[in-house]
Structures are given as C-alpha cells and as structure tokens.
C-alpha cells in the first residue's frame, strides 16, 4: 500500500478522517487515468484485489469503474476507512443501464461520504452521502436525491448520472456486469476508446486518436495521425506505456 501511496504522490494520513479522504481522492484524480484500454488490447479485466493492485500499481495502467474504485477501496482499508461498495445504474438517454452498472463506494469517517474515482468527469472530492441538499464541487454542482425503492439519485448540474443502491456489495457481484461490459457490442465502452485524467486547470482526454485538453470553459482539440503519436500522448500525457495502440472500435481484425 506504500507503492499505492507513492503512485497517487499522497503520504500515508496520519488518522482515517474526511480531510486525509479528500486529499487521497482528489490525487487519485489526477495520476490514475480513467481508461477502457483492456477491452481493446484484448486484456481481460479480473475482478481481484490482487489484480486491481497489480494494473494500477505495478503497471501504472488506469480502469475503468470496478477497477478504479475497486482498488482504492483496498487501499482506504488498509488506511483503516470503513469502505462500503455500493451498486448503481447509470443513466443514458434517459433511461437506466443495466444492474452493478457501476461501482461507487461509501466510506464512514464517521460521516457517510459517496467516493467515486470511476465515473470520469465527476466529482473532485467526496459528496456527503447524508445530504439532500446542492453541494458544490469543482466539477459542478452536485445533489442526491431520493429514488425509488430507498435508492439515490446523484445529480450533477440537475443532470442525473446515477441511481445508486445503498446494500452493501463485494467484488464478486458485479463480474457478471463487467464481462457485459467487455463483450457486448451494446455496451458503451465496446463502441468507444477513451483514456482521461483530471489535471490541476481541467482535462486531458485521448477519443480514440484525438486529443481533448479542456481548461474551464476553453477547449483544444488535436487529431493524432499515426501510431507512434498515440503511443506518445499515452506515455507522455497519461504514464501508460504500451507496445502497440489499442485497435480502435469498428477496425478490429479478427482470424
């Protein structure tokens, strides 16, 4: 867990209270890449603790929801969080993905707080999971409202992202869902490529070969032309070091 810690660039907090939380998401944020790039090098994604710890910190590599906040939750535990994983559906277009969608945690400092390092644009540090009233976070203006049968809401700008479950789960529940999410061509992260990472003025994002910096409200967008282009904003943008660019959606060769 120290190698986790020099990985984010955080200490290890003296206590496991909500101010050392914050600062421990917050940096998650920015050095661990939210990224998809397993489905298109035709890696499998493992649901272990040892293989989330393995990606992220031995590879340097990023995830996707299940690994990224799959992984800091083993490392908040070590820290001595009580860490709850939590089930949700996201929404899209209007209506609700399928079950264990997503994976978003709930940690008790005593203070329930919703943490989520696996949602991309969201939320910079921690929501207090108590609330139902708008509280206010670099990436927005954030709510949690009350949903059907004891589920939550979460709003982002009045937005709904996702409906969250509140029983508790373990990893083993959302295999079923992450090999959906692998392998199916409805699923949203077959159909794209995205690797993304909050910086200290915005975002840095790769779609595919074109590189997306946004700082507030400006943007800057940059067509990659050849591969050892791709391998380089990999590199030198997100710290993942590939031998070959992930095959882009609709061009992968088969036989």
Not at 66 to 90: H, K, P, W
Not at 170 to 178: G, N, S
Not at 181 to 210: A, I, M, W, Y
Request: hydrophobic share 35%; proline share 6%.
């Amino acid at each position: 867990m120290d190698e986790y810690l020099a990985r984010i660039g955080a200490a290890r907090p003296p206590r496991p209270d909500a101010g050392a939380l914050g600062e421990l998401h917050l940096r998650h944020l920015r050095t661990v890449p939210f990224e998809n790039l397993s489905i298109h090098l035709g890696e499998p994604v493992t649901l272990s603790e040892q293989a989330l710890i393995d990606k992220i910190v031995d590879r340097r590599r990023g995830g996707f929801c299940y690994e990224l906040n799959g992984a800091f939750a083993v490392l908040l535990r070590s820290l001595g969080y009580r860490v709850t994983m939590l089930a949700a559906r996201v929404f899209s277009g209007g209506s609700l993905g399928p079950p264990f969608d997503h994976m978003a945690l709930r940690v008790d400092t005593p203070e329930p707080w919703l943490v989520d390092v696996g949602f991309g644009r969201f939320v910079n540090r921690p929501l207090r999971l108590d609330l139902r009233t708008d509280q206010a976070d670099q990436g927005g203006v954030f709510r949690l409202v009350e949903a059907e049968e004891g589920d939550i809401d979460v709003l982002q700008d009045g937005v709904p992202q996702y409906r969250l479950e509140r029983r508790p789960r373990v990893l083993a529940d959302y295999e079923a869902t992450c090999w959906w999410q692998q392998t199916s061509p409805k699923s949203h992260f077959t159909r794209s490529l995205v690797c993304s990472l909050l910086t200290e003025d915005g975002r840095l994002t790769l779609n595919d070969r074109q590189l997306v910096r946004t700082v507030g409200d400006e943007r800057e967008e940059i067509t990659l032309t050849t591969d050892a282009e791709v391998l380089a904003a990999y590199r030198d943008h997100f710290g993942i070091r590939l031998d070959t660019p992930p095959t882009r959606p609709g061009e992968r060769v088969t036989g």
